[in-house]
């Protein structure tokens, strides 16, 4: 009788992005499923206590805190090598980090979508190649990349965050063709409207106020609700994905949901 098998136990896993939002929740639930998590953030202060707290807590995965911006190609590598060096190697690749500003397109200047741009996609590319060598040297590994639903759909106001995360869905699958000899499996989660500091502040939503993650009827998601798709998808029990982009959004709205909900629509 087959059983499905979701389990990152005694593997070394990167979220990058994982002082708070999403990629925290990210680098919690790999933890507490038992894998060594290295997490970075652009500030050692943001970043340190979420490990700390992952340390004191039971779960049996570790966590080790380095300040990384993904924009500099050097630190990266260096962030990776750290990770290695600690736990003994890399299995699993999580490129979260990322950000956007809104704005109507005619108003954002070169520099402006140059840094959107930067931020996300040459964060996600830096990540991945840095990854992958390692990961290639030890017979594979599994690399996960968020993107947005807003790279899938029509996002006003964001234009170079839609274009940002729109890249990193192709270079998902670009890539894991690329790679697949090298039996590097590599998937994106599109998250819709998800609680983050960010979001709350935005929408005035505290998590007392969040309704229940049973509740099907959503119009907005935990971040625990992206970590959980993620752990999935560098388990066994997703063996046979590859190339993929998961979207996971809730209830469906008219137009963009993130965009309808935020008001920018």
Same mark, same amino acid.
């Given at each position: 009788?087959?059983?499905? =098998? ?5 593997? &070394?896993? +990167? ?27 652009? @500030? ?27 924009? @500099? ?14 736990? /003994?190697?890399?299995? +699993? ?12 397109? @005619? ?32 017979? /594979? ?9 807003? /790279? ?10 839609? &274009?940002?995360?729109? %890249?990193?869905?192709?270079? &998902? ?9 090298? %039996? ?17 502040? &935005?929408? /005035? ?7 229940? !993650? ?13 970590? =959980? ?23 469906? !709205? ?12």
């Amino acid at each position: 009788m087959h059983e499905a =098998d979701f389990g990152v136990a005694g593997e &070394t896993a +990167i979220v990058t992005g994982a002082s708070q939002g999403i990629g925290r929740s990210i680098a919690e639930t790999l933890a507490a499923g038992g894998a060594n998590v290295g997490i970075c953030s652009r @500030e050692m202060d943001r970043v340190g206590p979420v490990a700390d707290e992952i340390n004191d807590s039971d779960v049996d995965g570790e966590a080790l805190a380095v300040e990384c911006n993904v924009r @500099e190609r050097e630190q990266v590598e260096a962030f990776v090598e750290e990770v290695v060096e600690e736990f /003994g190697g890399l299995d +699993i690749m999580v490129n979260n980090a990322g950000g956007e500003f809104v704005a109507p397109f @005619e108003d954002i200047s070169p520099n402006g979508f140059d840094s959107i741009l930067d931020l996300n996609v040459m964060g996600t590319v830096h990540g991945m190649q840095v990854a992958g060598e390692h990961m290639r040297e030890d017979g /594979g590994g599994k690399i996960v990349n968020v993107a947005s639903v807003n /790279g899938q759909h029509p996002a006003p106001n964001e234009s170079h965050y839609s &274009t940002a995360k729109a %890249g990193i869905i192709q270079l &998902t699958e670009t890539v894991a063709t690329e790679w697949n000899d090298d %039996g590097i499996r590599i998937n994106c989660v599109a998250p819709g409207l998800i609680q983050t500091p960010g979001v709350a502040e &935005t929408l /005035g939503i505290d998590s007392e106020d969040m309704p229940p !993650r049973d509740q099907v009827d959503r119009r907005i998601g935990y971040g625990e609700d992206i970590a =959980d798709v993620v752990q999935f998808l560098v388990s066994p029990a997703a063996a046979f994905m590859t190339g993929e982009t998961v979207t996971v959004k809730g209830v469906p !709205r008219p137009g963009n949901s993130m965009q309808h909900d935020l008001g920018l629509q």
